[in-house]
């Protein structure tokens, strides 16, 4: 199994929002992909395998039902596809707020699935072929608690996280720079910044709100009001994704051996008051929304803003999508998706 780049990528959550998008752009670039979900009812199944339907009519692409944490079944993959160039490692048990009410579906997937993943890389890089060169993970703005300082930087403390979801995205972070220094993995850590979109997550804000104004029901907004968050189109997403796939760290031996592992943000280096995204909703549904005001909710922060100067530098990473350019983009599908 090849592309037309010769290039094989292994990507986790395929069905996913990010991770369905990412496979798109690797197959649109003659990337060959795998791609790998469990397609669990977290929320609509129908969703994930509508955003399949894109991508398997595409023969490069050659999809596996499985889960990340099923380590016999994984590790297999190393063996069956022994000339994968890259994992994209996107699937995760998702959402700040349910890690309050399961919590052992966040170690599973998100502390078990990333070993798991670490331990198939590892097999393919030991494999005769050594074809694996990068690992790309997803960690997320989470990891960065109630910080004071804004906009967070890659090297601001990330000790005290406010949610169990948090603190999994952080273990998967020192896992990775464990393994890189260990066995030399080459890998990165993305946290991402509140992505939205198209095909976008349905418990997630930008769907629930469409879907109240729209039907003219009531919204919760959270600590009345008063949050800010690095909105971050997909396609910005997607762009640096792919850019830090294509960028390996390498080991550093003037400075004491720096393990092959690197982190950075991916946002959109600016922080919308959430009010103003509501604000760009409204504009494109053409109705206004009821808003009641809710106090904040237990493991959410008040603010996320992503300082992105290392992606800049290290990726070349520019993104392009003001809100007042993505809400139009997103609620159009929306009104396609939901026939809204």
């Given amino acids: 199994m090849s592309g037309s780049s010769g290039r094989i990528i292994l990507v986790t959550g395929a069905a996913g929002f990010i991770g369905?998008?990412?496979?798109?752009?690797?197959?649109?670039?003659?990337?060959?992909?795998?791609?790998?979900?469990?397609?669990?009812?977290?929320?609509?199944?129908?969703?994930?395998?509508?955003?399949?339907?894109?991508?398997?009519?595409?023969?490069?692409?050659d999809f596996h039902q499985i889960d990340i944490s099923d380590r016999d079944r994984m590790l297999k993959l190393a063996t069956d596809f022994p000339?994968?160039?890259?994992?994209?490692?996107?699937?995760?048990?998702?959402?700040?707020?349910?890690?309050?009410?399961?919590?052992?579906?966040?170690?599973?997937?998100?502390?078990?699935?990333?070993?798991?993943?670490?331990?198939?890389?590892?097999?393919l890089q030991s494999s005769g072929g050594a074809a694996l060169k990068h690992l790309v993970y997803a960690s997320s703005s989470s990891v960065y608690g109630a910080n004071q300082k804004t906009p967070f930087a890659v090297g601001d403390p990330v000790e005290h996280p406010n949610s169990l979801y948090a603190a999994t995205k952080r273990?998967?972070?020192?896992?990775?720079?464990?393994?890189?220094?260990?066995?030399?993995?080459?890998?990165?850590?993305?946290r991402f910044f509140t992505v939205y979109g198209p095909w976008g997550r349905p418990d997630m804000a930008p769907i629930l709100f469409a879907k109240a104004i729209s039907a003219g029901e009531p919204i919760k907004v959270f600590n009345g009001g008063e949050l800010w968050r690095d909105?971050?189109?997909?396609?910005?997403?997607?762009?640096?994704?792919?850019?830090?796939?294509?960028?390996?760290?390498?080991?550093?031996?003037?400075?004491?051996?720096?393990?092959?592992?690197?982190?950075?943000?991916?946002?959109?280096?600016?922080?919308?008051?959430?009010?103003?995204?509501i604000a760009e909703i409204e504009k494109a549904l053409g109705k206004k929304a009821q808003m009641t005001m809710?106090?904040?909710?237990?493991?959410?922060?008040?603010?996320?803003?992503?300082?992105?100067?290392a992606s800049q530098k290290a990726l070349g990473f520019e993104p392009s999508t003001p809100i007042s350019v993505g809400i139009p983009k997103f609620v159009d599908w929306f009104k396609s998706y939901y026939r809204a």
């Fill in 171 to 190: 273990a998967d972070e020192l896992f990775g720079h464990a393994y890189a220094h260990l066995y030399g993995l080459a890998s990165t850590g993305l």
């Fill in 294 to 309: 809710e106090p904040m909710q237990p493991g959410d922060v008040p603010i996320t803003y992503a300082d992105i100067t």
């Fill in 83 to 123: 000339g994968i160039t890259g994992i994209v490692h996107l699937a995760a048990q998702a959402g700040v707020r349910y890690s309050l009410v399961n919590p052992y579906a966040y170690v599973t997937s998100n502390v078990m699935g990333q070993v798991v993943i670490l331990e198939m890389a590892r097999a």
């Fill in 231 to 277: 909105f971050t189109y997909i396609d910005d997403i997607v762009d640096g994704v792919v850019r830090a796939l294509d960028h390996p760290p390498s080991s550093d031996s003037k400075n004491g051996g720096t393990p092959p592992h690197a982190i950075y943000n991916l946002g959109n280096h600016r922080a919308e008051k959430l009010t103003d995204f």
């Fill in 20 to 61: 369905a998008a990412v496979s798109q752009a690797l197959l649109a670039r003659g990337d060959a992909v795998i791609g790998i979900d469990n397609l669990n009812d977290y929320y609509d199944v129908a969703l994930k395998q509508a955003r399949l339907a894109r991508l398997t009519p595409n023969r490069a692409f």
